[in-house]
């Protein structure tokens, strides 16, 4: 079975910083493009970063420079380092996991809540 558990989130001011975790089970962890995703009320799910084992990474341009990913496949885990906090970064912020050779095997966490007060 697949899991896929974030944590990290939490409330912050603007300026301010937050590091995400999500831990990944059930699947073979260096096969899969992990990333983040971000969803704000009354929005659509958004891609926030995503990184491939070998290094290859993709931000959003919203947040290039300011945000981080990262993964430590011994661990099966992937990060996400979030600097300059911004109220528009307010959302609820999903981990992602994809298999690079089998779209089918595509799966979420349950999701971790960021609020950035101004």
């Known amino acids: 079975q697949v899991q896929l558990v974030e944590s990290g989130g939490g409330s912050v001011q603007a300026g301010g910083s937050l590091r995400l975790s999500c831990a990944a089970s059930?699947?073979?962890?260096?096969?899969?493009?992990m990333g983040w995703y971000r969803q704000a009320p009354g929005n659509q799910r958004e891609l926030v970063a995503t990184i491939i084992s070998g290094g290859r990474i993709n931000y959003a341009d919203s947040v290039k420079g300011r945000f981080t990913i990262s993964r430590d496949n011994d661990k099966n885990t992937v990060y996400l380092q979030m600097n300059s906090l911004k109220p528009e970064d307010t959302a609820v912020y999903y981990c992602?996991?994809?298999?690079?050779?089998?779209?089918?095997?595509?799966?979420w966490g349950q999701g971790t809540q960021v609020t950035v007060s101004s």
């Open positions: 059930g699947i073979i962890f260096s096969n899969n493009i």
């Open positions: 992602n996991s994809r298999n690079r050779w089998d779209a089918a095997a595509n799966y």
